[in-house]
Nanobody, 122 residues
Framework: VQLQASGGGSVRSGGSLRLSCTAS????????IGWFRQAPGKEREGVSC????????YYADSVKGRFTISRDNARSTAYPQMNDLRPDDTAVYYC????????????????WGQGTQVTVSS
């Protein structure tokens, strides 16, 4: 089982990034894909998740209206599109696969990727 997160980088405030999470080794369309982030000195925070078959989406209040998550089950890949980025979005972003549509509790996620750094400067 492997999850590979990519697409991070450095942008100015107001900029955009599109992350990717590519999975292998399990039935991708049966799993919820969640995105979490952790900034230095802060606890890990749930950002968004998308359900497997029907693509139901959930967002943290802090990113609602700015981030959009989608998935391509044929490519076993999920994509959070992050627009209007702010300095407080700076963090390492992790993707994870689980069976519960939840972002408030990361313990429900079984598989985790290695993280990709997003840095937003003002």
């Amino acid at each position: 089982v492997q999850l590979q997160a990519s697409g991070g980088g450095s942008v100015r405030s107001g900029g955009s990034l599109r992350l990717s999470c590519t999975a292998s080794g399990f039935k991708f369309d049966r799993y919820v894909i969640g995105w979490f982030r952790q900034a230095p000195g802060k606890e890990r925070e749930g950002v968004s998740c998308i359900s497997g078959a029907f693509g139901r989406t959930y967002y943290a209040d802090s990113v609602k209206g700015r981030f959009t998550i989608s998935r391509d089950n044929a490519r076993s890949t999920a994509y959070p599109q992050m627009n209007d980025l702010r300095p407080d979005d700076t963090a390492v972003y992790y993707c994870a696969a689980g069976t519960i549509e939840i972002i408030s509790d990361s313990s429900w996620y079984d598989y985790w990727g290695q993280g990709t750094q997003v840095t937003v400067s003002s």
